[in-house]
């Protein structure tokens, strides 16, 4: 049986009335960029993440980069440090190198796929004005301490929630509004996707949330005005109408994802963690992706692919042993980021997962450890 890792067309296809009327509704306006869809998309996620503020832009990418180059309102100087995960997509690093500011890798706490706040404080400089925390994989992490410590060094705290859409803190509120800004994806593969890229910013700051409408639109607030560097990262607004479609799917399709995550934990706890360890059943988990960890991690890949099933590698090599991040000038080991690199496995999970292809998964799995 063929279990792919993602289905896309899968999880849209009883959507795909709603998504045809909205093509519909736009076609017919004939707003194609920014305009009311975007408007009423702002206005929508907003409300579901409690945001005062939502800017709407191009990707998830460009939300990153042009929260940090908005930051030179906040009294950010290029060269200035932005303590960040090494473990995670290049863009979270990339968008801070490319605002003018450096990151600076923190090495993961153990057995977490996150640095903690210990780790984050051992990495602190008299230049550090800021920290970027990853939401990795869906999981929330605790960011009380870590906020803490912002507030008590004078530096801003963002949030990368690319892989965090409908993860939920331990108080309720949304992930991305502990710190100053959150910061989504909306590619397709996220557990809310666009059809094509796209990406928001929130904050309940409204200087900053300005200050990045500016941006995404050359630096302008007035037509052929611009004060300050900005550039064309703009929403389309037929994305931002098939946004509205799916926003309220969205913790249905949490839901699932949670179930076959608690599934997969019932049935490999006893294979043992030194052989299998399995992601943490964090409360207020969305599980964008599930990822384990074992030492066997190509064999058992290997072992998977020959089942037909469906596997991917999160993330083979870490942020600071790429070359497009050299001039970052990273540090030369991070023994924790690097064991990890070399053991995780991310399996299938999202919401069109078949009872029987997640059988098929679980049994493939403990046929490899029998």
């Known amino acids: 049986m063929a279990v792919p890792l993602f289905d896309l067309a899968r999880v849209l296809e009883p959507l795909r009335p709603q998504l045809h009327a909205a093509l519909e509704r736009c076609l017919t ?56 995960t090494p473990f995670t997509f290049i863009a979270t690093a990339t968008s801070v190198l490319r605002a003018g500011l450096r990151p600076v890798f923190v090495d993961l706490a153990p057995g977490k796929f996150y640095p903690d706040v ?51 803190q331990p108080d309720g509120r949304s992930v991305g509004k502990a710190g100053l800004a959150g910061v989504f994806s909306f590619f397709p593969a996220k557990n809310l996707g666009a059809l094509g890229d796209g990406g928001a910013v929130i904050t309940d700051d409204a200087d900053l949330a300005q200050r990045v409408r500016e941006k995404r639109q050359h630096g302008g607030a007035v037509r052929y005005q ?17 946004l509205q479609v799916l926003l309220p799917e969205l913790d249905g399709w949490v839901a699932k994802r949670r179930a076959n995550a608690e599934a997969y934990d019932a049935a490999w706890h006893d294979i043992g963690a030194d052989r299998l ?29 020959r089942a037909g099933i469906g596997v991917a590698v999160y993330y083979p090599t870490a942020l600071h042993q790429l ?48």
């Open 118 to 168: 210990e780790q984050f404080r051992a990495a602190w400089t008299p230049r550090t004005k800021a920290v970027l925390n990853v939401h990795l994989f869906g999981e929330p992490q605790p960011l009380t301490g870590l906020a803490a410590l912002c507030a008590e060094r004078g530096a801003l705290l963002i949030e990368d929630c690319a892989q965090a859409h409908g993860a939920r």
């Open 29 to 84: 306006h004939g707003v194609f960029v920014l305009g009311p869809e975007v408007q009423a998309f702002e206005k929508a996620f907003g409300a579901y993440t409690g945001a005062e503020h939502v800017v709407g832009v191009s990707s998830g990418t460009d939300a990153l980069l042009l929260t940090f180059m908005a930051l030179d309102q906040k009294g950010l100087q290029p060269g200035d440090e932005v303590l960040c």
């Open 277 to 305: 360890a399995l992601p943490a059943l964090t409360p207020g988990h969305a599980w964008n992706q599930y990822v384990v960890r074992t030492p066997r991690r190509d064999e058992l890949k290997a072992a998977l692919e």
């Open 226 to 242: 611009f004060n300050h560097l900005g550039g064309n990262f703009r929403l389309d607004a037929l994305h931002a109408a098939f």
């Open 323 to 370: 070359g497009a991040l050299a001039a970052a000038h990273p540090p030369a080991h991070l023994p924790e980021t690097e064991q990890a690199c070399k053991e995780v496995l991310a399996l299938p999970v999202y919401p069109g997962l078949r009872p029987q292809e997640r059988d098929e998964v679980i049994d493939t799995v403990r046929a490899f450890f029998a």
